[in-house]
């Protein structure tokens, strides 16, 4: 999911779009890449998830600096942004063209995506299956724009967000996080970041999935 809606009084149409921005989000990574990233995975499962997935997914269980993971992830980072970048930006035609949203409208909210490649072996939810499951685009860090809007009003929302997981200010602080929240904050609504990267980043969703899935 690449857009969601939220609620925004003061603002021309009383919501904004906010829209996955894979380019704000490398922009964010190569300025802390000597910074670790934040740890996503509980304290139990670390040594497990080490030794599995992308390098994004050993580092969040780790710790480890940015700059190594970007050199090494380069190459898919890079095709996203030639691919997946272009694709974000009609999304922003189609609001402007279709919505009348003007630039103002739309919020930038930072996912990094790269391209999966054969080597990959963690499902993104089984869209598709076999090597076109594998070579799909997903999002590198946890998608906070896959988020549950839960509207009490026409102006205000609960906005239960993926904790994006990015580059670590130390503290627990996340820059990813950190720059949603002041990003939101002229909104007024009410934001909860919710760690679900075992429950869900790993197997290709977010919390918007999880919560509109059939049971």
Same mark, same amino acid.
């Given at each position: 999911?690449?857009? *969601?809606?939220?609620?925004?009084?003061?603002?021309?149409?009383?919501?904004?779009?906010?829209?996955?921005?894979?380019?704000?989000?490398?922009?964010?990574?190569?300025?802390?890449?000597?910074?670790?990233?934040?740890?996503?995975?509980?304290?139990?499962?670390?040594?497990?998830?080490?030794?599995?997935?992308?390098?994004?997914?050993?580092?969040?269980?780790?710790?480890?600096?940015?700059? +190594?993971?970007?050199?090494?992830?380069?190459? #898919?980072?890079?095709?996203?942004?030639?691919?997946?970048?272009?694709?974000?930006?009609?999304?922003?035609?189609?609001?402007?063209?279709?919505?009348?949203?003007?630039?103002?409208?739309?919020?930038?909210? +930072?996912?990094?995506?790269?391209?999966?490649?054969?080597?990959?072996?963690?499902?993104?939810?089984?869209?598709?299956? #076999?090597?076109?499951?594998?070579?799909?685009?997903? +999002?590198?860090?946890?998608?906070?724009?896959?988020?549950?809007?839960?509207?009490?009003?026409?102006?205000?929302? *609960?906005?239960?967000?993926?904790?994006?997981?990015?580059?670590?200010?130390?503290?627990?602080?996340?820059?990813?996080?950190?720059?949603?929240?002041?990003?939101?904050?002229?909104?007024?609504?009410?934001?909860?970041?919710?760690?679900?990267?075992? *429950?869900?980043?790993?197997?290709?969703?977010?919390?918007?999935?999880?919560?509109?899935?059939?049971?």
């Amino acid at each position: 999911e690449v857009l *969601t809606f939220v609620p925004w009084p003061g603002s021309k149409h009383g919501f904004k779009a906010l829209v996955a921005n894979h380019d704000l989000a490398m922009k964010l990574m190569q300025a802390h890449r000597d910074k670790p990233m934040c740890v996503g995975v509980e304290d139990g499962f670390r040594e497990k998830y080490q030794r599995m997935g992308d390098s994004l997914t050993r580092a969040s269980a780790s710790g480890i600096p940015i700059g +190594p993971i970007l050199d090494t992830e380069m190459g #898919g980072i890079s095709q996203a942004a030639n691919e997946v970048g272009p694709k974000l930006d009609s999304v922003k035609t189609i609001l402007r063209d279709q919505l009348g949203l003007g630039a103002e409208d739309i919020v930038d909210i +930072p996912v990094l995506y790269r391209r999966r490649t054969a080597k990959d072996s963690v499902s993104i939810g089984g869209l598709f299956g #076999g090597e076109k499951e594998r070579m799909a685009y997903e +999002p590198f860090t946890p998608n906070s724009v896959n988020m549950l809007v839960a509207s009490d009003s026409v102006d205000h929302a *609960t906005l239960v967000i993926p904790k994006p997981f990015g580059p670590s200010e130390g503290g627990g602080s996340c820059v990813f996080e950190k720059h949603i929240r002041q990003t939101l904050a002229a909104s007024g609504n009410t934001l909860f970041f919710i760690n679900d990267y075992q *429950t869900n980043h790993v197997n290709g969703g977010n919390i918007h999935c999880s919560t509109t899935e059939m049971r």
